[in-house]
C-alpha cells in the first residue's frame, strides 16, 4: 500500500527530479553541440531547437521502460531492506545533491559526467545511511569512474585524430581540396550514417544486445544504411553541392536537396529562392576574433547604436545558409548584444506596464540563454592558440557540415536515450517504493515522466546551456566544421567501443579528448589551450566529492535530527 506518510519526500524529490533534469540538459546536452556552435554550423538557437526535439526523441522513443534503483549498483540495496522510507529519503537527497552540483557547475563553466554526478550522490547518501560502497575494480565501481577521466579522454582522442588525419590527408592538404572533397564528400556521409546507426542500434537502451540481435543483423543494417546513404548523397547531395559551390548559385539552400538531378540543369525550377546577389558560404574562421562582445547595457557602443536597431545581429537568420563571403571579411568588427542589451535596453524608459515593455521583458526571458556568444573570446592568449590552427578552404568546410550536424543530433538523441535515467532514476526508485510499500530494486519507469524529462532535457540548454558551449568550443582549440565532425564522431566511435569493453566513460570526457586529439594533429602543443583543459579537469575531479558531500550532509542531518 502507498506510504502516504511520505507524500512530502515524493513532492521534494519531484522538484529535485525536473531540477536535475534542467541541469543535465544544461551541461550533458550542450556537449552534444557545442563543436557546431563553435564551428559556425550552428547558431545557438539553432542547436537549441534541435536539442528540444532529439532530447525527447531519444527520451521517450529509446529510453529505457525500466530504470536500476541504484545507478551502476554503486551501494548496496540491501541496506534498505525493511526501511523503504530511508530508502526514498535517499534518493531525495541524492537527486538534490545531484541537481545542485549540476546547477554550481553549469554557472561555473565546467563541463562535468551527469552520470559521475549522480553517482557521486548516491555515494554519499551510501556513507550517510551505512551502505557498503564499491570501491574495487568492477563495472559501476568508484575505481572505474575514477579510470574514467584518463581512459575517455585518451581513447577519444586517438580515434578523433585518425578521423581528422585521414580528411587532413586526404582531402583537406591535397593540391585541389576541393575537388577532392566533392569526390569523397558521399562515401563520409554514408560512413557517418552507417556509424550512427550502429550507435542506435547498440547503445539504445529499449533495444536487444548485440549476442541476442545478431551480429549478421546489425552487420546488414549497417551496410544497408551505409550504401542506402551513399545513394542518397549521389542522387540529392551532389546535385545540391555542385549547383551551390561549383556554379556558385546563392539562390540554393539546403531546403533544395530533395530537387536532387533537378539541380543539374542550367537554370532550375527552385521553390522559395534565397537572394542571388550574395556569396555562398561564410568563413568558417572569422568568427572567433574579429567580433567584439557588447557585455553590459551600460557600454558607451551600445548607447550610440540604441536609436538604430538594425545594426542589432538578426535572430532568423541561420549560419547554416548565411550569405557571407567566402573570402574573409574586411568590413569593420561588429558588436555583438548581449540579451539585457538586444532585448531590454531600447524600453528602458517605459513603466512595466506598458505593453512593448512587457514584450522585451517576454522576449528576454525566453530568449536570453540562446542569444549569447558563444565564439567569440577576446583573449591574446586564444589568438597565439589559434593562430596555429592551419584554415582550409571554406567550400570545403561546408561540405562537412551537414555530417557534422547530422552526427551532433544523434549523440543528442543516444543522450536523450541512456542519460535520461541520471534524472529519473532515484525519482522512478522512490516514487514505486512509495506505491508498493517495499523497497524495490527495480521500478518501471512511466512514459509520461521519460517524456517530462526529456522536455526539461532541452529546455536546460535551451535556457542555461550556452556557459558549457563555451567551454567545450573555441576555449580548447580552433574549431571548424571537419574538425568538429571529427570530434563529434570521434566520440561517438569511442562510446561504442567502451560499450562493447564494459568501460566506463562518460561523453563530456570524450568529446573533451577527442577535441585534444584534433587540436594535436597541428603538430603543435601550443594549438591546444592547456588552461582550459586544467579547468576542465578540475570540474571532473570535483564532481565526485561535491555531490556526494551535498547529498550525504542532506542524509545524514535527516537521518539524526531529533524529533518529538
Not at 215 to 239: D, H, T
Not at 417 to 427: E, I, K
Not at 469 to 480: A, D, E, H, K, Y
Request: glycine share 8%; charged share 15%; with cysteine.
Amino acid at each position: 500500500m502507498p506510504l502516504s506518510q511520505y507524500d512530502w519526500i515524493l513532492a521534494v524529490i519531484t522538484i529535485a527530479f525536473c531540477c536535475s533534469a534542467f541541469g543535465n540538459g544544461a551541461n550533458d546536452v550542450a556537449n552534444s553541440y557545442a563543436t557546431s556552435v563553435a564551428a559556425q554550423t550552428l547558431k545557438l538557437w539553432q542547436a537549441g531547437i534541435l536539442a528540444i526535439i532529439t532530447e525527447f526523441v531519444g527520451a521517450v522513443a529509446l529510453g529505457a521502460r525500466v530504470t536500476s534503483t541504484i545507478k551502476n549498483s554503486i551501494i548496496d540495496i540491501n541496506r534498505f531492506n525493511g526501511k523503504p522510507g530511508v530508502l526514498i529519503l535517499a534518493m531525495a537527497c541524492s537527486e538534490v545533491g545531484s541537481a545542485t552540483w549540476l546547477f554550481i557547475a553549469t554557472r561555473l563553466g565546467f563541463p562535468v559526467s551527469t552520470t559521475q554526478t549522480i553517482v557521486g550522490a548516491l555515494i554519499g547518501v551510501g556513507y550517510a545511511s551505512g551502505a557498503t560502497v564499491t570501491w574495487g575494480w568492477e563495472k559501476g565501481s568508484v575505481s572505474q569512474v575514477a579510470a574514467s577521466w584518463a581512459i575517455a579522454p585518451c581513447l577519444a582522442g586517438a580515434i578523433a585524430a585518425v578521423l581528422f588525419a585521414t580528411l587532413k590527408y586526404a582531402v583537406l592538404e591535397r593540391r585541389d581540396p576541393f575537388k577532392w572533397a566533392m569526390r569523397l564528400i558521399p562515401f563520409y556521409l554514408a560512413f557517418t550514417a552507417g556509424i550512427l546507426a550502429l550507435f542506435i542500434v547498440i547503445e539504445a537502451p529499449s533495444a536487444p544486445s548485440l549476442e541476442e540481435f545478431g551480429a549478421g543483423k546489425v552487420a546488414g543494417i549497417i551496410l544497408g544504411v551505409f550504401f542506402g546513404m551513399l545513394i542518397i548523397a549521389y542522387v540529392f547531395f551532389v546535385p545540391y553541392f555542385h549547383r551551390r559551390l561549383v556554379k556558385n548559385d546563392a539562390r540554393v539552400k539546403f531546403w533544395h536537396i530533395p530537387l536532387g538531378p533537378m539541380l543539374w540543369k542550367d537554370d532550375p525550377w527552385l521553390y522559395f529562392p534565397a537572394r542571388d546577389d550574395g556569396p555562398v558560404v561564410i568563413d568558417y574562421y572569422e568568427g572567433a576574433h574579429h567580433a567584439r562582445s557588447a557585455p553590459s547595457a551600460d557600454n558607451d557602443i551600445l548607447r550610440a547604436q540604441d536609436t538604430d536597431r538594425k545594426d542589432i545581429p538578426a535572430f532568423d537568420s541561420p549560419n547554416l545558409e548565411a550569405n557571407v563571403g567566402d573570402i574573409e571579411s574586411k568590413a569593420p568588427a561588429k558588436v555583438f548584444l548581449e540579451p539585457r542589451a538586444r532585448f531590454l535596453r531600447s524600453t528602458d524608459h517605459l513603466p512595466l506596464y506598458k505593453p512593448a515593455r512587457m514584450w522585451a521583458w517576454l522576449q528576454f526571458i525566453l530568449l536570453q540563454g540562446v542569444s549569447r556568444d558563444c565564439i567569440t573570446f577576446d583573449s591574446e592568449h586564444l589568438r597565439k592558440s589559434h593562430a596555429l590552427a592551419k584554415r582550409y578552404d571554406n567550400r570545403v568546410e561546408h561540405l562537412w557540415t551537414y555530417a557534422q550536424v547530422a552526427s551532433a543530433m544523434l549523440m543528442s538523441i543516444a543522450h536523450g536515450s541512456n542519460d535520461v535515467a541520471n534524472a529519473v532514476g532515484p525519482w522512478s526508485a522512490a516514487y514505486a517504493t512509495y506505491q508498493a510499500g517495499t523497497v524495490e530494486t527495480k521500478s518501471p519507469t512511466p512514459v509520461w515522466i521519460l517524456a517530462v524529462a526529456g522536455l526539461l532535457l532541452g529546455a536546460g540548454f535551451w535556457f542555461f546551456g550556452f556557459h558549457v558551449v563555451r567551454s567545450l568550443g573555441n576555449r580548447i582549440t580552433q574549431v571548424s566544421p571537419t574538425r568538429g565532425y571529427a570530434m563529434e564522431l570521434g566520440s561517438a566511435i569511442t562510446v561504442l567501443l567502451a560499450s562493447r569493453l564494459a568501460l566506463p566513460v562518460s561523453t563530456t570526457q570524450c568529446l573533451t579528448g577527442a577535441a585534444v586529439g584534433v587540436a594535436l594533429m597541428n603538430f603543435s602543443l601550443g594549438a591546444v589551450n592547456w588552461r582550459q583543459l586544467l579547468f576542465i579537469l578540475s570540474g571532473w575531479i570535483l564532481t565526485l566529492p561535491i555531490a556526494g558531500l551535498i547529498s550525504g550532509l542532506l542524509l545524514g542531518i535527516a537521518l539524526n535530527t531529533p524529533h518529538f
